[in-house]
């Protein structure tokens, strides 16, 4: 199976994402909510429920890892890296590529929580790839719970929204890195706001890609994983919400069971 965790639901952005890439292979998810934000939280922390989660998908069949969340992927990378001894995926590189290729002035603004900007990772590799490129970021800590309330479209959300972009709009970024599961479902709203000649980039789809790309190349792991043929993809949490299922079904546009996480010892 291909295992994705995120800190929540905000994830299966990026397993919608691998769904459609990948429709014949079989997918295991799992939202940390009973443990969510993870935005907010230490980076030692993240790290130690990261690999929790790890642990989780190895036990329901992963052979392959994604780290859906930025918070996890900003912070736990390393960690997982010399930990786990298996192909793992995370949404930073595939943003960081697209941001470098496609900026046109060098001035890439990156959004998300708290954790992630204040890890500076995506400064880090964007300078590593493109030295001249300035990186002008901002933590956007209310946004994730204005999407897992629904409110997509609310004047509140503008607002917050408006005061959030300023800085960005006026250092004049060219392209705009949206660094947080939770931001695609806000897309045409942020795209609005800062303006159409800005690029905004939400890295689940070149994810994806990154990802079948790998597959297609190294068959002898594709081979390894299971197939859509022997049942459906599974959802897990570990806490299972009434809201967090409103949410999934905006995110995948249909209902998706979510299954209780149990027996999963640490968590
Ligand atoms: N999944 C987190 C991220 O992408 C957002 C939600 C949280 O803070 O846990 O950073």
Known sequence: MIGVFDSGVGGMT?????????????LVYFGDLART??????????S???????DFLLARGARIIVVACNSAASVATATLRATYDLPLFEVIGPAVAQAARLSTHGRVGVIG???????GVYEQLLQQQNAACRVFSAPCPLLVPLVEEGWLDKRETKMILRRYLAPLQQ????????????YPLLKELIQRRIGSRVRVIDSSKALAEELAAFLKANPEVAQTLNRRDEGDNLYYVSDVTEAATQTARRIFGRSIELHAATGTGDI
């Not at 130690?48 to 790890?54: A, H």
């Open 14 to 26: 990026v397993a919608r994402a691998i769904e459609q890439a990948l429709p014949d292979y079989r």
């Open 37 to 46: 934000p993870y935005g907010s939280k230490s980076a030692a922390t993240i």
């Open 48 to 54: 130690r429920y990261s690999c929790q989660n790890v």
């Open 113 to 119: 929580t708290r954790a992630t900007i204040r890890s």
């Open 171 to 182: 250092q004049q970024v060219d392209t705009l890195v949206l660094g947080c599961t939770h």
